[in-house]
């Protein structure tokens, strides 16, 4: 082999180890732009931290947060959403999102007496509740753009009924999937 053909070999294999350098930090831009992508705009990953949701979903469960919907869609009743803290929370101190049911939409009378919650002076047939609420609230009136949260497990749930409502733009999205446990896995029914 001539010093020539040894130089351009050389030059050839620096090259190619470049290109393949290049590829990899292009791959790994790219995937975490789709990560960030995805995480910001259509889903993400959250747990449970709380009993405030029993029996519906369990401490520790981990759940994928449907980021998407409500671009289309206004959130429904019974639907479970996550939601930044409110101005009321964030003077409390509260930083990290919370989730609840949405038992209160927009112009809604809520009231809760003797163990059960009215919207519009009917009774809310709740079958997910971990037992009957043992405090009175209300009548109050949903304003506009604003949601009333209730958790499913009433009495050991920091929620509306302590703090108020729910901007809509304070929503991150709905829980749509459980992931984790295995023996859970599945969808979260809205009723």
């Known amino acids: 082999m001539t010093k020539l053909d040894k130089n351009h070999r050389d030059k050839s294999e620096k090259q190619a180890s470049e290109n393949s350098l290049v590829e990899w930090v292009k791959t790994i831009g790219v995937s975490l732009l789709l990560a960030f992508g995805i995480r910001t705009f259509v ?14 979903l369990q401490v520790n469960d981990r759940l994928i947060i449907d980021k998407v919907t409500y671009d289309f869609r206004t959130p429904e009743r019974g639907e479970i959403v996550v939601f930044q803290p409110t101005s009321a929370l964030k003077e409390q101190g509260f930083k990290d999102a919370f989730i609840k049911r949405i ?39 949903v304003p506009p753009d604003s949601y009333l949260v209730l958790g499913d497990n009433r009495n050991h749930s920091f929620d509306s009924h302590f703090w108020g409502f729910v901007p809509r733009q304070n929503i991150i999205g709905r829980a749509a999937v459980r992931f984790w446990p295995p023996n859970r896995i599945g969808g979260i029914p809205s009723p």
């Open 43 to 56: 889903a993400e990953a959250r747990y449970i931290p709380s009993e405030s949701m029993l029996p519906t």
């Open 103 to 141: 038992v209160g939409l927009p112009g809604d009378q809520v009231a809760v007496k003797k163990g059960t919650v009215y919207v519009n002076g009917q009774p809310l047939q709740e079958n997910y509740l971990a037992g009957p609420p043992d405090y009175e609230y209300g009548p109050v009136v």
